[in-house]
């Protein structure tokens, strides 16, 4: 469900961008900002803490840095703009709240204390995992956040610290969907080999494809946004069935069989929530329009010759 009014991201009066990026955290949706940035002239500036030489690739200047190291810090380049999509790493010897909001917490200061004029453009990336219905209603930036995932619980407290910390700051958070593009469909694979799908076949998905996400962030970047907190998904919330069912058409291959995923996997925790995400004030602000406005076209684009 949308509304959208594309006069809303080309406003002649909004403010002229700058032209450097600083990503923090730069995985699968980072590499396409960064793209996307490249290709309208910008420096893109990357941490990591290995990947030098696939960044260096990329066009991107790698960065060592680690926000749970202190020694790190001074490596980080001043920036007008700063994606943060920091992922929490499993295998960490660090606590996920320790990292995701104490170490946030220990980069917004730094950036704020680094700027000599004015202060960086920050976007943050949390989940629509801070949601918590179960009944398949609508929600959007209003709707009450309760998760009872940890992932969901520490995006929220990251959120908050980051409000705590930036206030009067340009800032913007997206809460986003689940991610799909090239060389990332859930259970495709599957479905293309006529495996059962381990997930209920029930319950709505909330998708955005990577490209339209990244253009989200870049808008965010790019034009003053009214608001400072928007959930990002595409137009057509899908029940999982559907979702497989269009994969298996586009394929070629057999109709989707399911079975009850175990009973601590991730895929059984994540099918708990049950909610549809209406996007309307990302479709106004930032997304006036959308390359894959429904899973089926996103699909399309990522199938092609599988």
């Given amino acids: 469900m949308s509304t959208s009014h594309p006069a809303a991201a080309s406003d002649p009066s909004a403010r002229r961008s700058h032209s450097n ?31 030098f030489d696939s960044l260096s690739h990329e066009g991107f200047t790698p960065v060592a840095f680690d926000w749970n190291d202190s020694r790190t810090f001074a490596n980080l380049p001043t920036a007008d703009n700063v994606l943060i999509a920091v992922a929490y790493d499993r295998n960490s010897r660090v606590e996920r709240f320790t990292s995701q909001v104490d170490g946030l917490a220990r980069l917004v200061r730094h950036l704020d204390q680094q700027a000599t004029d004015e202060p960086a453009r920050v976007t943050y990336i949390s989940t629509t995992g801070v949601y918590h219905q179960t009944d398949g ?14 992932g969901g ?109 175990s009973a601590d996997s991730g895929v059984r925790f994540r099918s708990e929530s049950d909610k549809r995400v209406w996007n309307r004030r990302v479709r106004r602000d930032l997304l006036p329009s959308l390359q894959y406005p429904t899973y089926r076209e996103g699909l399309r684009d990522v199938l092609t010759g599988v």
């Fill in 21 to 51: 990026l600083l990503i923090i955290g730069c995985g699968y949706l980072g590499i396409r900002v960064g793209r996307q940035a490249l290709r309208r002239g910008w420096t893109v500036s990357a941490t990591t803490r290995s990947r």
């Fill in 137 to 150: 209603r609508w929600v959007d930036e209003t709707s009450p956040t309760h998760p009872k995932r940890e």
């Fill in 153 to 261: 619980r520490a995006h929220l407290a990251a959120e908050a610290k980051l409000r705590s910390l930036r206030c009067g700051k340009p800032t913007v958070t997206l809460r986003l969907a689940g991610i799909y593009g090239p060389n990332r469909v859930p259970r495709a694979a599957d479905v293309i080999a006529g495996k059962p799908i381990a997930s209920p076949p029930d319950g709505y998905l909330n998708l955005i494809h990577v490209d339209d996400a990244a253009t989200a962030v870049m808008n965010s970047f790019q034009h003053t946004p009214p608001e400072s907190l928007y959930v990002v998904a595409d137009d057509d919330p899908v029940i999982r069935r559907e979702f497989y069912v269009e994969i298996a058409k586009q394929t070629r291959s057999p109709m989707p069989t399911f079975v009850d995923p």
